[in-house]
């Protein structure tokens, strides 16, 4: 065994708070059904800043705070390391001191959803699991079933037919058992219950693993390394679970726990989503603790596309403590303001950032955001998941 030294101690649940040890498999919490969460013993770390930025590599760089304790199981292809990406150009055009996009379009598959599946299968294989199951909108099946390649591990995914061709074509390359449902991301989350419980199958879904949203964690711990331990002043985050903007929250709340940060002050955390599928952002302007979900989701972010988010108190938690707000907007802004990105500032963003960057531009326009403000979308996925829908946009 070659130890990581991460200081994981134990999983917690999120909503009742019973506690669970390391090698607990029954996910999510079997006493109320809530989100396990992996806690640490912060004041064992003895590392400093200056190590983490020495260390160069995958988002394991920041192993001490990841769930895994033997470098033997972690499972990576070199996820994470993402680069932000300044985009002047942007910045003139919303009135900002300063836009930067987070490029997560450059990780293994193309999306921040590789970041999750590392964690995942590393932690399946840390639990000597030997086959996993995901239900997924396509991105994160697409992921999962690589990493569960590179581990020997048997893969599951269940994706709907209107993912697309690159997603189901490249879970099969990686050697996944695809099955195709009928029906929306929650036709799909139904049917796949009804498979894990007819087979058992260990899943590495959204919030029911413990170790996924460790893994989008490293995408804040990253951000917060990248601004000199500082904030910038909002981060736009296409929200679909809300998986990443929850693990950037986590990122926060450990950095300012273990006195990394220059500025206690954190970035306000923005929920954007498509106005034909926006629970939480209705849950924001009504202020309320949790979401209603909602009965007909239209959108061809299908990552955003999630009518009914069970994590939605811990999102909305995110946005009231940091200053938030939810922004939505419709599939062809989203789709225009994605052209704008590959034009303005060469980057190559799918539907769901654009609607990050749309939402942002929204808030520029309608004066919500100040002139000497630091603005970061996070480009969740490369445009190369999304040439079909693209293509409609150009004239
Ligand atoms: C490209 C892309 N962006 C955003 C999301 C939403 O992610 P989250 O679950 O973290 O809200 C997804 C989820 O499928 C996605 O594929
Ligand atoms: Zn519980």
New binding site residues.
């Given amino acids: 065994m070659t130890r990581t030294n991460s200081l994981v101690s134990h999983f917690e649940c999120y909503y009742c708070g019973t506690a669970y040890d390391l090698e607990h498999t029954e996910f999510p919490c079997p006493e109320c059904g809530g989100i396990l969460d992996p806690k640490y013993d912060y004041d064992d770390l003895d590392i400093s800043r200056n190590e983490i930025e020495s260390r160069n590599g995958s988002m394991w760089k920041y192993r001490e705070l990841l769930p895994i304790l033997d470098s033997d199981n972690i499972v990576s292809i070199g996820e994470g390391n993402t680069p932000i990406v300044d985009c002047p150009t942007l910045a003139e055009e919303m009135g900002v001191a300063r836009v930067a996009i987070k490029d997560e379009g450059q990780n293994p598959t193309n ?3 590789d970041r999750g599946a590392s964690a995942s299968i590393s932690g399946a294989s840390q639990q000597g699991i030997e086959m996993v199951a995901i239900p ?5 099946g697409q992921a999962a079933s690589a990493y569960a390649a590179r581990a020997g591990i048997d893969c599951h995914v269940v994706l709907n037919y209107q993912s697309s061709d690159i997603q189901k074509t490249m879970v099969e390359a990686h050697g996944a058992n695809l099955h195709l449902v009928d029906g929306k991301l929650n036709k799909a989350g139904g049917k796949f219950g009804d498979l894990r419980d007819e087979h058992d199958w260990y899943t590495v879904a ?1 919030f029911q693993t413990p170790f996924r949203h460790e893994g ?1 964690k490293t995408m804040g711990l990253e951000i917060f390394e990248q601004f000199d331990w500082d904030s910038p002043d909002h981060i736009f ?9 929850i693990g950037i929250w986590k990122a926060y709340q450990e950095l300012s726990r273990l006195d990394w940060l220059e500025d206690d002050t954190p970035p306000s955390l923005h929920v954007a989503q498509s106005s034909g599928c926006a629970p939480v952002v209705e849950a924001i302007e009504n202020h309320d603790e949790e979401h209603d979900a909602w009965e007909c989701p239209e959108s061809i972010g ?3 596309e ?1 009518p009914d ?1 069970g994590a939605s108190p811990w999102i909305l938690e995110a946005v009231y403590e940091t200053g938030g707000t939810g922004v939505a907007v419709s599939d062809s802004e989203a789709l225009e303001k994605a052209l704008t990105g590959a034009r303005h500032a060469g980057i190559e963003m ?1 539907v ?2 654009a609607a990050a960057l749309a939402g942002a531009m929204q808030m520029a326009e309608e004066n919500k955001l100040d002139e000497d403000d630091e603005v970061l979308i996070i480009n ?2 490369a445009g190369n ?1 999304a040439t079909d829908a693209l293509s409609y946009a150009l004239e």
Avoid: D, H, M, Q
Wanted: proline share 10%.
């Fill in positions: 999306t921040f959803k997924s909108a396509g991105n994160a959204t989008k985050y296409p929200t679909g679970g809300g998986v990443g903007l299908r990552g955003i999630v988010p799918c769901e950032p969740t996925g998941k």
